[in-house]
């Protein structure tokens, strides 16, 4: 056990599949050298498994993309890293047309397993191009496994099972949650499932679902309306695609009243295929209408601190909606 | 045009390089054939660039290249080791088709046990691929040489320059190629392009580039051997720029007679690489008329039962849709 | 009034525009000179507006993409054609990046009146990269609008209405209605509005709402299940992005009981979004769950004929799910 | 270097690019400190850029043609029309920011009533753009001229070839700017690109590419003059390489001293473009040490004014959020 932030913990996760097997290489820009990557995740990585299997490439996110699944049909286990979530937009042509799509074109002949990693989120003054989730993009391009953790425990766990699996998986790190999480992680060699949400806080009253920044949020706010005397069910969905329905429907089934808690945009958000799933599985279960909190559909958010904030959702835009809900 | 013997290629590999480049004329013949009757709903074919894509794949070693091919490449694939039944059986949309089995569209090519890496129908992705793959060849400390080609308008595509920096950069063992046959569709090479010849992108990269006139088989023979060499002793990548025939309309779909004059494609068939190099052989002593009479009338044989093995093969069945979209 | 296809009534609409406006420019890969597109909607454009109004572009889609832009805040209305609508993944960073955003980020000092227009949709054994639905890629992104006529009629009127908007439209046509609907087109000079829903059938019982091909489907199966005693409301919704909310909040408690159909994949299709709007706002009105019917989740359609029927969704399909849900 | 004579502009030309270099360097040390004491979140700065920024726009009129610029080109912009107070506005975050209105990051320049086109964050979608306003003039048969900057590191998009491509293919009058500053953050050029200079890649795509030292302002003023005169007489684009210096880091984000050697920081500094450009004017008796320093209190002035004014502006407010999305 020893305390780790969350970016602690994805470096953690990458050095020690790294360390365990060594067709697994890391780069991107500013990802080699002494660098490590704008936000250091891969600080120290080059110099511990040397300059060939964590580089630099030169700024273009398509050849990162290609370059991804080039290694993994001849048996490399390659990490992309694109600088922010934003730059995954010149690369999302490789990440459809082939990433996702090597394993079923060629049923299953040739395979690209490939971590791509890239920082998401907003809420660090970056304005309308440092601050997107870019996540719905490539959401529902089936062959392509989209996931991101809300802890430093997942933080670890997930991006591990993200390098083993023999699928392209797009690993989302929220870059508020960076150095804002710390918590004891194992030293021990674990896995978390890429294809599982997680229910982080047991409530019969309302159920919360989310995941990253918002998550966290919601976990604050759930102990204040608990002190108000309601109970919230919190999930994180954690596998962004494709879902873990299961889970999400039970969970909604249970109290009858969701929340659907998202720092995107409302429409076209992930939220609205779980609000989709749920209304089809769970209709007659529910006691409320499906609401979702989600920043306004403007484009990302603004970079003066008045609009950034009108863009967010806070923890009190959760709370308020929480209590709303169970009240209803 | 340079003689064959200047090749340095024995008699018996001059003879075998006839038979490819016959092979792949009759079969795409085949093929145009079995889209008129409708027994496959489309054909693109490599007509006029049979003799080029000869010359070059001979210059590697497909047991152990690997090649990142087009849609035009069927000829060169076989030279690669793909049989006719292969091709037919990905025409014919067969659940044993290697390339695709039945998924992709006719003449989507790909081979596991051949090291030809599936393509997709959208252009040029294959150049960010090909550099994964050479990169591996680097990681693997193997001395295997990458093949990728695309034609003169797809090489436009910003994703080609992505991959042609990132080659340079690290001198990857990987040769890349254009097959510049004047059309993009319906499109000249005055519209896709402002430079003499798109052979001088190379050098704006850090590597050689050379224009060849792929109607010329010992000419392309040589420079592909040359740079296939220096890629297979670490000495970097080469671009070529192969000049070659599109001599049929651009698809089944597309009929060229619209947008080009007649006398346009009077001459051209009077430029038919395949009558060159028959002409050659005859006058440089190589072969016979009638002992290509006599291979004409094998490769009859060969494309018939192919043919027939090909159309009495499966095609896949609906309750497989969902297969190979996520390893298990 | 003239019978026209889908695809004359399209030509037509941006004909008028193009007399009507010397700003209006038109371009893309084989969209200029006599070629007229791959599918022939700008056939003879180049001839009446001459070479630069009406022009081929390199094969070059992120070109295609910030050229519009480029004209847009000079003045111009460029329409931009993706030959396919699969093809706009190497243009999605100008999509988004550049043309939704452009309006925004300058709070409309600078703004990009452009239409992009790509043709979707399957059933044309164009297998995994000639059938795609890709909207939902570009679903989402506040100030863009998406829309897509499913009748010649809305065809003119709409593509006339995008050329005239100073919003970025991404003007979707289904390649299989192009030819296969045919009706009394008005000479009148009208436009349809991008941002309304249609009911394009009234009844009490079910409420089915789709657009494109899946639209017409279920159009007919609305005949059949009328004579089984059953009335269905059918909504096109034509304005994919941003949706008409109201109309299809409306149309959805006016029976209480929504079939959602789309051709795209279940998840993450526009019909999931609409779906949550519906679950929203409507919940109490409604007396069955909302049922999406939609592709499986696979990769597109494979081209073999077998799989490609069976990622469809065809009339009987949608028949079926009418009377299930009828019969509730 | 060359003489400063040799550029022949007058001496009242050569004081006024001497205010604009020494106002840039002044303006930028100014945002620093903002930045330091918290009143900006955020800058990146040309320092070291300055010089070849003021001679590049000196060689066109910035009255009639446009400008694409990037992050690095505060200076040119000032050359361009745009004030110190405009800078500061969008430094700040203010509503009257004619850059953004607040919206964007800090040095994301723009402004409507200068003809310099918004860009975005990611980097290079600018030169796509710079297509369009480029293509306008010929169609407006205009003379103006449009120029487009990105860095070393950022020219390697696949969109800059594409753009570059078409630029060669229509003869546009535009002018495409490389700054190579020797680095793209932590990225050396060895591992950005392979061959000996960027400016090879102009006739790659049919026009001059050339190479000149930024720090040198009369040989980059002539260089300019030279292809601005061509493109404006309708001989086409140019591309040309600016050597110049990043003297910072790559942003307030980054700390240089981490991947740069303490003597290449030092020996930086004695290449400053500013100093050296005080010596030729000093050297050929331009000006005097004296009449520096007194355009040195006189811009302090101005900057200050600049700075009071800009902080007394008020931001954007909340409610404004939505504004400007579409077209009413
Ligand atoms: C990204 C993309 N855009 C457009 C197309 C449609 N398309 C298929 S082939 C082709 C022309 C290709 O011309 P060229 O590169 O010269 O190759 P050739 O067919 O002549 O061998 C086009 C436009 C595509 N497949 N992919
Ligand atoms: C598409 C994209 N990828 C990555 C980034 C992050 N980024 C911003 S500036 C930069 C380096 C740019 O270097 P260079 O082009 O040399 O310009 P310089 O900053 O040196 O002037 C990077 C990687 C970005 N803004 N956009
Ligand atoms: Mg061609
Ligand atoms: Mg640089």
């Known amino acids: 056990m020893a305390m780790m932030t969350y970016l602690e913990a994805i470096r953690k996760g990458i050095e020690e599949e790294m360390a365990r097997d060594e067709k697994v290489v890391i780069f991107g820009e500013d990802v080699g050298g002494v660098k490590g990557g704008v936000f250091g995740v891969t600080q120290g990585l080059a110099e511990k498994f040397g300059d060939d299997r964590c580089f630099n490439t030169p700024l273009t996110e398509g050849l990162i993309g290609g370059l991804a699944v080039g290694l993994g049909v001849t048996g490399y286990r390659a990490i992309g890293e694109f600088q922010f979530a934003d730059y995954i937009l010149p690369a999302v042509n490789q990440l459809i047309s082939e990433a996702s799509r090597m394993r079923y074109r060629t049923k299953g002949d040739w395979i690209a397993p490939i971590v791509y990693r890239a920082p998401y989120g907003g809420g660090v003054r970056g304005g309308l191009y440092h601050s997107q989730s870019t996540e719905k993009v490539l959401f529902g391009q089936p062959g392509l496994r989209i996931v991101t953790p809300s802890s430093p425990h997942d933080a670890k766990g997930l991006i591990k099972a993200a390098i083993r699996s023999d699928d392209p998986v797009l690993f989302y790190e929220h870059k508020r949650l960076y150095r804002l999480l710390k918590e004891d992680v194992s030293d021990e060699d674990y896995v978390v499932p ?19 920044m918002v998550l966290n949020h919601a976990l604050k706010a759930a102990e204040t309306l608990s002190k108000e005397g309601y109970e919230a ?51 007659f279960d529910l006691d409320a209408p499906i609401k979702r909190l989600a920043g306004p559909d403007s484009p990302s958010m603004p970079y003066s601190i008045a609009l950034e904030r009108e863009f967010l959702v806070d923890e009190e835009k959760v709370l308020n909606a929480m209590r709303e809900l169970a009240e209803f | 045009m340079k003689k064959l013997k200047e090749s340095g290629l024995t008699k018996e590999e001059l003879i075998q390089a006839y038979k490819h480049v016959l092979l792949g004329r009759r079969l795409d013949e085949r093929l145009w054939q079995l889209t008129r009757i409708g027994k496959t709903s489309f054909n693109i ?78 252009v040029s992705t294959q150049f960010p691929l090909a550099t994964g793959v050479a990169y591996a060849a680097q990681l693997k400390k193997s001395d295997y040489v990458t093949l990728t080609a695309t034609g003169e308008g797809s090489a436009n595509q910003g994703e080609v320059q992505e991959a042609m920096n990132f080659a340079g950069v690290k001198k990857l063992p990987l040769i890349f190629v254009v097959e510049n046959n004047g059309y993009a569709i319906s499109v000249g090479t005055d519209e896709q392009y402002a430079n003499e010849t798109m052979a001088e992108r190379g050098p704006a990269y850090g590597f050689p580039g050379i224009r060849v006139n792929g109607n010329d088989f010992a000419e392309t023979y040589l420079a592909f051997k040359q740079v296939v060499e220096e890629a297979r002793k670490g000495n970097g990548p080469a671009l070529i720029e192969l000049m070659v025939t599109r001599l049929t309309s651009h698809s089944a779909d597309d009929d060229h007679s619209v947008y080009r004059t007649k006398e346009d494609l009077e001459n051209m068939k009077k430029n038919d690489g395949l009558l060159l190099f028959e002409k050659q052989l005859i006058d440089e002593g190589y072969m016979t008329r009638e002992e290509m009479t006599d291979i004409d009338a094998e490769l009859k044989k060969e494309i018939n039962k192919a043919t027939d093995e090909a159309e009495a093969m499966p095609e896949p069945t609906a309750d497989t849709i969902l297969d190979q979209i996520y390893a298990d």
């Open chain 1, 194 to 212: 890429l294809d599982k949400a997680n229910v982080v806080r047991e409530g019969d009253d309302i159920t919360v679902i989310g995941y990253g």
């Open chain 1, 233 to 283: 069910e919190v999930v994180d969905v954690r596998s962004l695609y494709p879902l873990d329905k299961e889970t999400l429907v039970k969970a909604a089934k249970k109290t009858g009243k969701v929340l659907l808690v998202t720092e995107d945009n409302l429409e076209g958000s992930i939220m609205s295929e779980i609000s989709a799933i749920i209304a089809e599985d769970a209709l």
């Open chain 2, 45 to 122: 074919s490599g007509q006029g660039h049979e003799v080029g894509q000869v010359a070059m794949a001979m210059a590697f070693q497909p047991e152990k290249d690997y090649f990142l091919p087009y849609y035009r490449d069927m000829t060169a694939c076989m030279v690669w080791g793909m049989t006719a039944k292969d091709i037919m059986l990905g025409s014919l949309g067969k659940e044993d088709d290697p390339s695709s089995h039945g998924r992709q569209m006719p003449n989507h090519y790909g081979s596991k046990e051949h090291n030809i890496v599936s393509h997709s129908s959208t």
